[in-house]
T-cell receptor, first 114, second 112 residues
Framework: DAGVTQSPTHLIKTRGQQVTLRCSPISGHKSVSWYQQVLGQGPQFIFQYYEKEERGRGNFPDRFSARQFPNYSSELNVNALLLGDSALYLC?????????????FGPGTRLTVT | QQQVKQSPQSLIVQKGGISIINCAYENTAFDYFPWYQQFPGKGPALLIAIRPDVSEKKEGRFTISFNKSAKQFSLHIMDSQPGDSATYFCAASIANDYKLSFGAGTTVTVRA
């Protein structure tokens, strides 16, 4: 069975630009969470979506938004990019909502903002 | 502020030795404690997880010890192998919440 997939693998953007990252969860999983991992740190929670609805939001500015599609895939959008947005963006899927269940991470998208 | 404090930041162990990573938390509402293993350039992989009603859980060479009264939990890697060289993250979450709170990570290097 395929795991969580993310695209693109790497991305280089300029300050002020907008970026869209994509995630496909494990087959049968209905919940997708997004995390930001800055080099040398643990992942930080951004959003959780379940059945196309936002169920949780972390401490990130409104420049960050996301959505989930009927097939449970998800997109993370970041507007007005800042240098500090450079990070590994991780998508995690689980079979249900909440966080006290197994969450499986994808390989991530490495975003570099110059 | 960091809700889960992880130590040490890094450790070096000889092949066949035991690696021990410790985590401490303050929020007694946490009810799920997973450990993740991450190799460079990869996403975190779920290794093993425990809930507070259990004091120890073992899966192969990996063991979680949980001390509810001390609000601490630890990962023991027995018979460490060079392939275990990675960064390990502890995490915690609250039932009906939506996020995993991660520790800062421990980089383990196993010398052959």
């Amino acid at each position: 069975d395929a795991g969580v997939t993310q695209s693109p693998t790497h991305l280089i953007k300029t300050r002020g630009q907008q970026v869209t990252l994509r995630c496909s969860p494990i087959s049968g999983h209905k919940s997708v969470s997004w995390y930001q991992q800055v080099l040398g740190q643990g992942p930080q929670f951004i959003f959780q979506y379940y059945e196309k609805e936002e169920r949780g939001r972390g401490n990130f500015p409104d420049r960050f938004s996301a959505r989930q599609f009927p097939n449970y895939s998800s997109e993370l959008n970041v507007n007005a990019l800042l240098l500090g947005d450079s990070a590994l963006y991780l998508c995690a899927s689980s079979h249900t909502t909440g966080s006290s269940y197994e969450q499986y991470f994808g390989p991530g998208t490495r975003l570099t903002v110059t | 502020q960091q809700q889960v404090k992880q130590s040490p930041q890094s450790l070096i162990v000889q092949k066949g030795g035991i690696s021990i990573i410790n985590c401490a938390y303050e929020n007694t509402a946490f009810d799920y404690f997973p450990w993740y293993q991450q190799f460079p350039g990869k996403g975190p992989a779920l290794l093993i997880a425990i809930r507070p009603d259990v004091s120890e859980k073992k899966e192969g060479r990996f063991t979680i010890s949980f001390n509810k009264s001390a609000k601490q939990f630890s990962l023991h890697i027995m018979d460490s192998q060079p392939g275990d060289s990675a960064t390990y993250f502890c995490a915690a979450s609250i039932a009906n919440d939506y996020k995993l709170s991660f520790g800062a990570g421990t980089t383990v290097t196993v010398r052959a």
